[in-house]
């Protein structure tokens, strides 16, 4: 498996070289890319010639390459690849779909004061315009994996009421039967969105939990189903248990472009919240035979 990971010479760089090792299992191949603005000070021209700034560049990216490699886990092949763009997110898009990658790697998301996680302004743009899954790491996920010895210890997809349950599921079993993990199926009920006496909330469980194995049965897939409640979203999710290593997929908006990411409001509340790496999943989104 091939995966291209947007690299930052920090500790979110660190997260998203760990996150993809873990993610693409024994033999997985890692592109590391390192984007530059086209426009820099050491490419622009300056009177008289540069001055010594691109050497002063080149032996910069040569110092965040070796270090960048230096953390790629034994049994893993890598390379970087550093490139000058005019849209970072463009940028890596691009570069993905040269190297043949399974999906871009990202880093930890940011903490907010308020205590919740939320994505950059390249992942951002990223989740509204990949044709490629994106996986993002999360604040403390280089500790549960190193607990985890580096590996993925379960796949939990959560899927809603609406169509496009199908692709997420189906990209997280493919994940999951790659490296030998227990697959774990989430629907999310809240209970304040709901406005539903108990005994309609207990069979809109049941209704979820029948469309749910209705879905597992045509795909001939076995997994583990839950359904998550609470008095809204963030406390539902907050009612989940975490293996060391797990990583969560979730499903783009319906509202997305074919084969393109667009998250939708419950997604963007769940990426701020999970506290464990997320692989967002574009819309309509089939998956291939893993590449060498």
């Known amino acids: 498996m091939r995966l291209l ?37 050491f490419s622009a021209n300056y009177p008289g010639g540069d001055h010594g700034y691109s050497s002063i560049l080149a032996a910069r990216i040569d110092a965040w390459a070796g270090e960048a490699l230096a953390l790629v886990p034994e049994g893993h092949t890598a ?55 994106v996986a993002m790491s999360a604040p403390g996920a280089v500790a549960a994996l190193h607990r985890a010895e580096g590996k993925l210890g379960r796949v939990t997809a959560f899927v809603g009421t609406r169509p496009g349950a199908r692709a997420v599921v189906q990209s997280a079993a493919d994940v999951a039967a790659a490296q030998g993990l227990e697959l774990r199926i989430i629907s999310l009920a809240a209970q304040d969105a709901s406005g539903q006496p108990a005994p309609e909330r207990d069979d809109s469980s049941a209704a979820m939990r029948a469309n749910i194995e209705a879905l597992l049965a045509d795909l001939d897939l076995g997994a583990e189903i839950s359904i998550a409640s609470g008095n809204n979203l963030d406390d539902a999710i907050g009612e989940i248990d975490w293996k060391d290593g797990e990583i969560a997929v979730v499903g783009s908006s319906r509202l997305a472009r074919k084969h393109r990411l667009f998250l939708g409001s419950t ?24 590449a060498s």
């Open 79 to 133: 390379r970087v690849i550093a490139r000058a763009v005019t849209s970072p997110a463009a940028g890596l898009i691009e570069l993905a779909q040269e190297t043949g990658a399974r999906a871009i790697v990202l880093g930890g998301r940011k903490r907010h004061v308020a205590g919740f996680f939320a994505p950059g302004t390249v992942t951002s743009a990223l989740l509204h315009a990949s044709p490629l899954p």
């Open 267 to 290: 997604a963007q509340r769940m990426l701020r919240t999970l506290p464990v790496p997320l692989l967002v999943v574009p819309r309509n989104h089939h998956t291939q035979e893993p």
């Open 5 to 41: 990971i947007g690299y930052t010479a920090d500790a979110r760089g660190a997260e998203a070289i760990a996150l993809a090792a873990a993610l693409g299992g024994p033999g997985a191949h890692l592109d590391i890319a390192i984007v530059l603005p086209e426009h820099t000070p």
